[in-house]
């Protein structure tokens, strides 16, 4: 009876694993999504608000310190529609970055935003798309000292954010970043 069961559960887990690589060939795409989407899980939802120090403070934000907006971002699951209150706002350069997660995993694709301060020897002046480039951000699991390469990059205010996830569960505060572009008008 044991040799049957021991076959029967070895046949289900062959079975199931050809099943599972069959659509992993039919569909690249969506093995794509997923691997991105799976990786924003380790996403460290709240952070500790601390900034580098050579960050500059936005002068005069769209989104002002202690105001409120909503966010059209959709980095992580309920993110895009929530109301944000906004606990920080910085002049930078923010990049969208892939890279390959320290300690292994599958690669991070068009990962939204590292700025300029949390790249290793940056420097002042915007650096090119293509730049390889060794990550000193926190965000994720596996993130810091990773190494990279940028895939587009913007100049713009980025505001650090407190919110509720609009599919419920524990606030997130201090979630590091969304550009302006990813906020509305409350």
Do not use: R
């Not at 407190?162 to 906020?183: F, I, Q």
């Amino acid at each position: 009876m044991k040799k049957l069961i021991l076959f029967m559960t070895s046949a289900m887990l062959v079975l199931g694993g050809c099943g599972n690589k069959e659509k992993a060939n039919n569909d690249d795409s969506t093995k794509v999504e997923t691997n991105h989407e799976a990786s924003h899980h380790d996403m460290e939802h709240t952070g500790s608000g601390d900034v580098p120090d050579t960050l500059q403070v936005a002068a005069n934000p769209t989104y002002p310190v202690g105001s409120e907006a909503i966010v059209q971002a959709d980095h992580m699951e309920g993110m895009k529609g929530a109301v944000a209150k906004i606990v920080g706002a910085y002049e930078t350069t923010a990049y969208e970055v892939t890279y390959t997660p320290v300690g292994g995993g599958a690669e991070v694709p068009h990962h939204k935003w590292v700025i300029q301060e949390e790249i290793k020897d940056a420097g002042k002046e915007p650096l090119a798309d293509g730049t390889k480039i060794t990550i000193e951000a926190d965000h994720m699991k596996g993130m810091k000292g990773a190494e990279g390469v940028i895939d587009s990059s913007e100049k713009t205010t980025v505001y650090m954010i407190d919110y509720t996830p609009t599919t419920g569960g524990e606030p997130v505060k201090n979630h590091k970043w969304v550009t302006e572009e990813e906020l509305s008008k409350k």
